[in-house]
């Protein structure tokens, strides 16, 4: 079996025990069994999403979910703000422009985040706004936004509020029905540690009555279809699931509940600190502003003379360990080291190890040690 380390922001690295589940039968999708695995892994993740609400699970990625969040509400030249500080909120826009909706973009500084009172701008300044898209942890750029304060200004308006959590659920904190989230969801193999290519969703009654006056035009991610198959008997999807990876999904989100989650969030959030401190003490830079950094992903500046083949081509076959590059304009500007899911010190140490002796070889004057004595000071 491949032993390379996955330090990236998805898909991440799967425990033995989910390994295990993904290896059993495959059994009808509509029968009795199945119905009791779909429901307790939807109520699963309802817990994690920390909603009352129902759950449904799309077979896809996260982005299919990204899609089925913005298709099922959406009337064409419906005005939507879009609020974009990198690559996934521009893939919220482009998908809201896909459905013929009208995008008022709101964007921020790549490395910074949005305000709540930028939202609350954007929203007087213009009416009809129908919904409100944000990403919970910008992945491309290792921000997170303030979901809770946006939500507080939200109130005050009739406009939805669509969440990205793809790669924040299970590794900060989301409270969906605390924070008034009409549409939340995530994908399996970013911090839930599952494989990738299940997506979850949930939506509240104010969603749902907005999705009851929309002619969707979706066909597959219809969730009136979800919605209707999964309160049937036994408990359903419209089409046929991935089985396997809803067993795996069952697992990494029953490991999660073991731990406890709010346990996981703490161990992300020190395993993001381990990693700021780090890189500094190694003389790099962050990509983001410190104050608004992500508990499941750092951007990293490439270090100068240092070139990205050069860094994340030795870590991989010298070190067996995986690193993320930039996206778009990032691309060869910055590396991310994703720290989520299971990851703890020892994958940590590993990853520091490793970049210590990349960066030494590369010829980027470091003191050997330095970056693995912060991973220890974090952990200790
Ligand atoms: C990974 C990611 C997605 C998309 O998920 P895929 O599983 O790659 O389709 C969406 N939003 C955010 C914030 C992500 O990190």
Redesign the pocket.
């Known amino acids: 079996m491949d032993q390379t380390l996955l330090m990236l ?2 898909p991440t690295n799967v425990s033995n025990r989910v390994l295990q589940a993904i290896s059993k039968n495959v059994v009808n999708h509509r029968s009795v069994i199945f119905g009791e695995i779909l429901t307790e892994t939807s109520e699963l993740m309802s817990k994690m999403f920390k909603t009352n609400n129902q759950s449904y699970l799309l077979t896809g ?3 299919a979910a ?1 899609e089925a969040s913005i298709a099922n509400i959406l009337n064409p030249n419906d005005k939507v703000l879009n609020v974009i500080g990198g690559k ?1 909120g521009e ?1 919220l826009r482009d998908i809201t422009k896909a459905f013929g909706g009208k995008s008022i973009e709101f964007n921020v500084e790549w490395g910074d985040c949005v305000k709540p009172e930028d939202v609350k701008k954007a929203l007087e300044d213009n009416e009809d706004i129908k919904f409100v898209t944000v ?1 919970h ?3 491309s750029t290792g921000v997170t936004t303030p979901i809770k304060e946006i939500g507080d200004v939200m109130r005050d308006y009739d406009a939805l509020y669509v969440v ?1 959590t ?2 924040s659920l299970g590794g900060d904190h989301v409270d969906v029905d605390r924070y008034g989230i009409d549409i939340c969801f995530t ?1 399996s ?2 911090c839930l540690a599952a494989p ?1 290519g299940m997506a979850a969703i949930t939506v509240s009654d104010d969603g749902w009555k907005v999705i009851d006056k929309v002619d969707s035009n979706t066909y597959y991610l219809n969730l009136k279809k979800y919605r209707d198959s999964g309160a049937g008997t036994p408990p359903e999807t419209p089409y046929t699931p991935s089985v396997t990876l809803i067993y795996g999904l069952c697992e990494a989100l029953k490991i999660i509940d073991e731990e406890g989650l709010d346990a996981r969030i703490k161990k992300h959030k020190i395993a993001a600190k381990a990693t700021r401190e780090a890189v500094k003490a190694l003389g790099l830079t962050l990509f983001p502003k410190e104050e608004v950094s992500s508990s499941t992903v750092t951007a990293i500046n490439m270090p100068n003379g240092v070139s990205d083949s050069e860094l994340r081509g030795t870590m991989r076959n010298e070190y067996k360990v995986e690193l993320a590059g930039g996206q778009d304009h990032l691309k060869g500007n910055v590396f991310r080291i994703g720290h989520m899911g299971n990851t703890t010190y020892k994958e940590l140490a590993i990853t520091f190890s490793a970049l210590e002796m990349t960066l030494k070889k590369l010829n980027f004057d470091i003191n050997l040690g330095v970056g693995v004595a912060e991973v220890n000071r974090a952990f200790i």
């Open positions: 922001p998805g990625s996260g982005t990204m996934f893939r990403v942890n910008e992945t990205d793809v790669s994908g193999q970013k990738p």
